[in-house]
């Protein structure tokens, strides 16, 4: 319906795991949108502890499959300040890469609650330069890192 209202926008769908219920992402590579996003959030180690539901292989394995769907660009996005070491990060950044992830987003992870995990860590401007370059040198299509990035910060590059 978008479409037919405004056939020249743009469609960013961010999108769970769906707990590995590969059939909800159908719905999703039948529409197409130009870009779909599902955010890994945080490194390997520590992706219990951060998003307890979550597992990193099945968040990686939805953005394969979104790739292998058909997706022309992917995107994800992870926070950075809880503890992770920086060859975790770039681990993790190898890992997107290896799915066909195009588009990566680094922000500083802010504690939301007192119930929630403390920042451990706020990442210097200076090391988030050195994230973007890592990623593009990886292969990545557009990288955004920065202390205020969130998943949809500058959403209008990534097209």
Sequence with gaps: MIRKKNPG???????????????NL?????????????????VERITQKVRIQAKYWRSMEVLKRLK??????????IMVGLGETDEEVIQTMKDL???GV????????????????P???????????EYKRIGEELGFYHVESGPLVRSSYHAEKHI
């Design 68 to 77: 292998e769907g058909g997706i022309s660009k992917t995107k994800s996005g």
């Design 26 to 42: 159908d719905p999703i590579l039948e529409v197409k949108p130009e870009v779909v996003s599902h955010n890994i959030e945080t």
């Design 9 to 23: 926008v743009t469609i960013e769908t961010l999108i769970p795991d769906f707990k590995g219920d590969w059939a």
């Design 97 to 99: 890469v290896a799915q």
């Design 119 to 129: 920042v451990l860590e706020f990442v210097t401007p200076e090391k988030f330069a």
């Design 102 to 117: 195009d588009i990566l987003t680094i922000g500083q992870y802010l504690q939301p609650t007192k119930k929630h995990l």
